[in-house]
C-alpha cells in the first residue's frame, strides 16, 4: 500500500512503498483503502457510541445494514470478509437467544409464550428483549469493522503520529510491540517443526502436549531476546527518539474525501436516529 492508498490493479508501487504494511490490490471503487485511518474511526465513532444506549432492534439492525453496505462496497471481497460478514449475523442470534434465557420473566411482556418445558416459560417479550441486545453488539462489532478491515497498522500509527500529534516515541514504540505477534508465531512454528525432525514430539495425549509445550518455552524466549535487542539495536542506530520530530517518509494525509465520508456517515447516522427514535418520548 502506497502513502496515499491501496496499489491498483496494473499499477506499480509509488516510491513511497512500505514493505511493512499488508498490500492490498483492489479497485478504485474499494473506496475504503484511499480513506485516512483516523476518518474510518471518527466516522462510525458517534453511531457506535450511542448504540450502546439503545434498546429496540431497529435501529440496530439499521447501521448493522449500513455497516454490510459499505463493508461490500468498500473493501475487497476475500474469504475472511465473507467469514466476518455471516460469522455476525450468527452470533448475534446466540447471543440473543442467551440474554433471552437469562432476562427476568417478570420484567418483560408475557403475553406471547414461545417455548415451555414444564412449569418454565420462555415469553415473546424476553425474546425480543435478548434479540435486541444481540443486534445491538453485531452493529457496534460491523461498525469497527469499517476500519479494521481496511486499515493496516503502521499507517494507522503513521495517521495518530502526523494528524492527532501522537509523540513518535509512543506510535511506533507500540508498533514495534505488536509486530513482535507474527514473529512469535513464525519462530514457534520453526521451533516445532524442528522437533518435529529431530523426534522429540514426545507422543500423543493430554500430557504430552502440555510436555511439547514446556519444551517450546525455553527456545521461545530465547528468540524473543534476540529479536528484542535487535530491534532496540536498529532503533539506537537511527536515532529513534533523540529530536522532538521525526521526519516521516510515508505521508497518510487527511484529504477532503475524508471530510465527505465522515460528513455523509454522520448525516446517514442522525437520519436513522432521527426516523427511528429508539429512545421514546
Given at each position: 500500500m502506497t502513502a496515499g492508498g491501496p496499489v491498483l490493479a496494473g499499477q506499480k508501487p509509488a516510491v513511497g512503498f512500505d514493505p511493512y504494511?499488508?498490500?492490498?490490490t483492489a479497485s478504485s471503487i474499494r473506496f475504503l483503502y484511499a480513506l485516512n485511518p483516523l476518518a474510518k474511526l471518527a466516522a462510525p465513532l458517534p453511531a457506535m457510541a450511542?448504540?450502546?444506549?439503545?434498546?429496540?432492534?431497529?435501529?440496530?439492525a439499521a447501521f448493522l445494514a449500513l455497516s454490510y453496505a459499505i463493508l461490500l462496497v468498500g473493501v475487497s471481497f476475500t474469504r475472511r470478509l465473507v467469514i466476518l460478514l455471516i460469522a455476525i449475523p450468527l452470533a448475534a442470534a446466540a447471543i440473543g437467544l442467551g440474554f433471552a434465557l437469562w432476562t427476568d420473566p417478570a420484567k418483560v411482556d408475557q403475553s406471547v409464550v414461545i417455548w415451555q418445558i414444564g412449569s418454565w416459560m420462555l415469553y415473546g417479550g424476553a425474546l425480543e428483549v435478548g434479540l435486541a441486545t444481540g443486534l445491538r453488539?453485531?452493529?457496534?462489532?460491523?461498525?469497527?469493522?469499517?476500519?479494521?478491515?481496511?486499515?493496516?497498522?503502521p499507517d494507522a500509527v503513521r495517521a495518530s503520529v502526523q494528524q492527532l500529534r501522537v509523540p513518535y516515541r509512543i506510535g511506533?514504540?507500540?508498533?514495534?510491540?505488536?509486530?513482535?505477534?507474527?514473529?512469535?508465531?513464525?519462530?514457534?512454528?520453526?521451533?516445532r517443526q524442528a522437533h518435529r525432525v529431530r523426534g522429540t514430539h514426545g507422543g500423543r495425549g493430554p500430557?504430552?502436549?502440555v510436555g511439547r509445550w514446556f519444551g517450546y518455552v525455553v527456545p521461545l524466549m530465547a528468540g524473543a531476546i534476540r529479536h528484542a535487542e535487535r530491534v532496540a539495536l536498529a532503533m539506537d542506530a537511527r536515532a529513534f527518539g533523540a529530536y522532538p520530530d521525526r521526519t516521516e517518509r510515508h505521508l497518510v494525509p487527511f484529504r477532503a474525501r475524508d471530510v465527505v465520508f465522515i460528513g455523509s456517515f454522520l448525516i446517514a447516522s442522525a437520519a436513522i436516529f432521527t426516523v427511528l427514535f429508539p429512545w421514546g418520548l
Open positions: 504494511a499488508d498490500h492490498v450511542l448504540l450502546v444506549f439503545v434498546r429496540d432492534a431497529a435501529t440496530p453488539i453485531a452493529a457496534i462489532v460491523a461498525l469497527a469493522l469499517i476500519a479494521g478491515m481496511s486499515t493496516t497498522g511506533y514504540t507500540a508498533l514495534a510491540a505488536f509486530r513482535f505477534v507474527p514473529r512469535f508465531g513464525y519462530e514457534l512454528e520453526v521451533i500430557f504430552s502436549a
